[in-house]
T-cell receptor, first 118, second 109 residues
Framework: GAVVSQHPSRVICKSGTSVKIECRSL??????MFWYRQFPKQSLMLMAT?????????EQGVEKDKFLINHASLTLSTLTVTSAHPEDSSFYIC??????????????FGDGTRLSIL | QKEVEQNSGPLSVPEGAIASLNCTYS??????FFWYRQYSGKSPELIMS????GDKEDGRFTAQLNKASQYVSLLIRDSQPSDSATYLC?????????FGSGTRLSIRP
């Protein structure tokens, strides 16, 4: 089945550091990928929709200058948390859908990245 | 009003019994519905998808969809302790999937 790989799985870094998270679709092409954030005991919150070859679409309240998204190829999207602060500590999860198999297909998730800012 | 609503639980069910999870959605235009299971500290994994009214069965899981009532449910038969997790209901609205806040299910031995 479709596999989405996310890297790194865990990051611990100092406040002010920028952190890049990669999301790859391993056996399918994903023209669209999605980035979610999940705080403890809360649901997944969609941050942005990443579109290959064009600008990402951000959800209301998500700062596009802080969360930089690049989707340069059909199999790779990156999320960069710029100048991260402790309040950015969260579980970040990407997902992708196999666009070749039709619009009803579910999204497949990466394993997530747990980001801890000290 | 949230677009996808679920009871947060926790829902406690004895081992071997049927667990029933419910979800309502607000967008009548939604055509695709999904149930994901999420263990603590892990990312969601897809359990079932359903696109038409009625029941869809896969092993111990049955998804039910009623578009007129805007209602989706998931039944888990012969519940096992390993079924203890948070279950996320999701609907596709336009090009993105909207998740409910999840129902925490606990299977007691």
């Amino acid at each position: 089945g479709a596999v989405v790989s996310q890297h790194p799985s865990r990051v611990i870094c100092k406040s002010g550091t920028s952190v890049k998270i990669e999301c790859r679709s391993l056996d399918f092409q994903a023209t669209t990928m999605f980035w979610y954030r999940q705080f403890p005991k809360q649901s997944l919150m969609l941050m942005a929709t990443s579109n290959e070859g064009s600008k990402a679409t951000y959800e209301q309240g998500v700062e596009k200058d802080k969360f930089l998204i690049n989707h340069a190829s059909l199999t790779l999207s990156t999320l960069t948390v710029t100048s991260a602060h402790p309040e950015d500590s969260s579980f970040y999860i990407c997902s992708a859908r196999d666009g070749a198999t039709g619009g009803n297909q579910p999204q497949h998730f990466g394993d997530g990245t747990r980001l801890s800012i000290l | 009003q949230k677009e996808v609503e679920q009871n947060s639980g926790p829902l406690s069910v004895p081992e071997g019994a049927i667990a029933s999870l419910n979800c309502t959605y607000s967008d009548r235009g939604s055509q695709s519905f999904f149930w994901y299971r999420q263990y603590s500290g892990k990312s969601p994994e897809l359990i079932m998808s359903i696109y038409s009214n009625g029941d869809k069965e896969d092993g111990r899981f049955t998804a039910q969809l009623n578009k007129a009532s805007q209602y989706v449910s998931l039944l888990i038969r012969d519940s096992q302790p390993s079924d203890s997790a948070t279950y996320l209901c999701a609907s596709r609205s336009a090009s993105k999937i909207i998740f409910g806040s999840g129902t925490r299910l606990s299977i007691r031995p």
